[in-house]
């Protein structure tokens, strides 16, 4: 079974505005770390926290961290065209050996 | 681009068949890592290479098997293909004491 969970499965939204994925997993981890995969390629490294951080900001990315409640979400803020893609979450418990979720497929509206 | 390639890029296959796959890792990377894609679902783990030796495996049969070569390329390989072996198969490149890996372009296997 998936460690990490995505929700929702899909979101669309309109240009401009706020992206929210949240991730759920189930064991203690390393780290989490997000992916951005554009129709069925090869998926790009986006941004990673680990276990004693709350919270991360890479442009116009922010991820959350709540060890507490294993759980995790990502912001894209102000959203464009380009950032159509599916998102996944995924867990670390050893390095290089990722648990994913079945992903977040994102829609921006031109 | 991760500096991780993939080839080749589609593939097809009839049920039974074996298959290779390849992999070049980025430069100075010495850790592979291959996933297999389902449509529809997340990346799961197959197994990992580490200085030319499986360093941990996922839920997948023995049928599904490694090489790393001592300039980090590595191979998956496939026996007695399945239809549901139909998937992107994808590698990820890393360095031991890092903790991001890196994804190539990925290998989409169709088993008829």
């Known amino acids: 079974s998936q460690q990490g969970e995505e929700d929702p499965q899909a979101l669309s939204i309109q240009e401009g505005e706020n992206a929210t994925m949240n991730c759920s997993y189930k064991?203690?981890?390393?780290?989490l770390q997000w992916y951005r995969q554009n129709s069925g390629r090869g998926l790009v490294h986006l941004i990673l926290?680990?276990?004693?951080?709350r919270e991360k900001h890479s442009g116009r990315l922010r991820v959350t961290l709540d060890t507490s409640k294993k759980s995790s979400s990502l912001l894209i803020t102000a959203s464009r065209a380009a950032d159509t893609a599916s998102y996944f979450c995924?867990?670390?418990?050893?390095?290089?050996?990722?648990?994913f979720g079945d992903g977040t497929t994102l829609t921006v509206k031109p | 681009e991760t500096g991780v390639t993939q080839s080749p890029t589609h593939l097809i296959k009839t049920r039974g068949q074996q298959v290779t796959l390849r992999c070049s890792s980025q430069?100075?990377?010495?850790?592979v890592s291959w996933y297999q894609q389902a449509l529809g679902q997340g990346p799961q783990f197959i197994f990992q290479?580490?200085?030319?030796?499986?360093?941990g495996r996922g839920n997948f049969p023995p049928r599904f098997s490694g090489l790393q070569f001592p300039n980090y390329s590595s191979e998956l390989n496939v026996n007695a293909l399945e239809l549901d072996d139909s998937a992107l198969y994808l590698c990820?490149?890393?360095?031991?004491?890092?903790?991001?890996?890196?994804f190539g372009p990925g290998t989409r296997l169709l088993v008829l």
């Open positions: 990820a490149s890393g360095a031991r004491t890092e903790e991001t890996q890196y």
């Open positions: 064991t203690s981890i390393n780290n």
């Open positions: 926290i680990r276990s004693n951080e």
């Open positions: 995924a867990t670390d418990t050893n390095a290089g050996k990722s648990t």
């Open positions: 430069s100075g990377h010495n850790t």
């Open positions: 290479y580490y200085r030319e030796e499986e360093n």
